[in-house]
C-alpha cells in the first residue's frame, strides 16, 4: 500500500488560512471516518492536532480543523501564527487494518 | 499522564541488531484498548510506520520490513522492544514510540520523544 500524497510545502502570511491535503484511495482515506494530522516541530516529536477527520483533541486550537471529501482529507489552519511554522503529516486507517499509513508530509512556512 | 520514553544505543554497526526499547508510564500497557507502535524518520524525511504490537503479543509489521524486525512485550516492565537485523546507512533514523488507538477513534497518541539511531561502522 502507497504513502498518502501531501504537497511538499504550503505558505502564508500570519492571520490568513492555508489548507493541506491529504490524497489517498478509497481502501484508505476514502472508505473511513479514520483520518488524523500530526504537527511537528523542528527536533520535535509529531503531536496529534487533528483525528478521526475533524476532531480536535483536548488544549488544541480551534484554528486547526479538518475535512474530507472523497478519497482526500484536508487539514485547514486558519488565523495563521508564527508558531504554526512546522511539518505536517497525515496518516489514515486502511482496509487493511493492521496497516499504518502516513502522508509524505508538507512544510508550512509562515511568511 | 501517559508518557513513553525511548532508550538503546545511538550508534550501530551495520550488519548488525539495532535493538531499542519503549518504557510507558502513567499507565499499563497490558490494555485492550491499545497497540504499541514503532515509527521511524530518517533525517530530512517523513515518518514511516516499522510495526505494532498488542498486549497479547499479536505483532503486525510494515511489509518492506518485515523479514527484518521484531517487536516484543514485557508487560512486567511495562515496556515494549524493537530488534531490526542486517542494519545499514539506510536505517538511520530517529526511531519514536506511540500508542495507537484503532476503534472507536484513530490516532497515535502520545508520542516519545525519539532516539536518533546512526548506523555506521
Known amino acids: 500500500q502507497s504513502a498518502l500524497t501531501q504537497p511538499a510545502s504550503v505558505s502564508g502570511s500570519p492571520g490568513q488560512s492555508i489548507t493541506i491535503s491529504c490524497s489517498g484511495a478509497s481502501s484508505d482515506v476514502g472508505g473511513y471516518k479514520f483520518v488524523s494530522w500530526y504537527q511537528q516541530h523542528p527536533g520535535k516529536a509529531p503531536k496529534l492536532v487533528i483525528y478521526?477527520?475533524?476532531n480536535r483533541p483536548s488544549g488544541i486550537s480551534n484554528r486547526f480543523s479538518g475535512s474530507k471529501s472523497g478519497n482526500t482529507a484536508s487539514l485547514t489552519i486558519s488565523g495563521l501564527q508564527a508558531e504554526d511554522e512546522a511539518d505536517y503529516y497525515c496518516?489514515?486507517?486502511?482496509?487493511?487494518?493492521?496497516?499504518?499509513?502516513f502522508g509524505g508530509g508538507t512544510k508550512l512556512t509562515v511568511l | 499522564q501517559l508518557q513513553l520514553q525511548e532508550s538503546g544505543p545511538g550508534l550501530v554497526k551495520p550488519s548488525e541488531t539495532l535493538s531499542l526499547t519503549c518504557t510507558v508510564s502513567g499507565d499499563s500497557i497490558s490494555t485492550t484498548k491499545y497497540y504499541w507502535d514503532w515509527i521511524r524518520q530518517p533525517p530530512g524525511k517523513g515518518l514511516e510506520w516499522i510495526g505494532s504490537?498488542?498486549?497479547?503479543?499479536?505483532?503486525y509489521y510494515n511489509p518492506s520490513l518485515k523479514s527484518r524486525v521484531t517487536i516484543s512485550v514485557d508487560s512486567s516492565k511495562n515496556q515494549f522492544s524493537l530488534r531490526l537485523n542486517s542494519v545499514t546507512a539506510a536505517d538511520t533514523a530517529v526511531y519514536y514510540c506511540a500508542r495507537y488507538s484503532s476503534s472507536p477513534h484513530n490516532w497515535f497518541d502520545p508520542w516519545g520523544q525519539g532516539t536518533l539511531v546512526t548506523v555506521s561502522s
Open positions: 478521526d477527520v475533524s
Open positions: 496518516s489514515s486507517y486502511t482496509s487493511s487494518s493492521t496497516l499504518r499509513l
Open positions: 504490537i498488542f498486549y497479547s503479543g499479536s505483532t
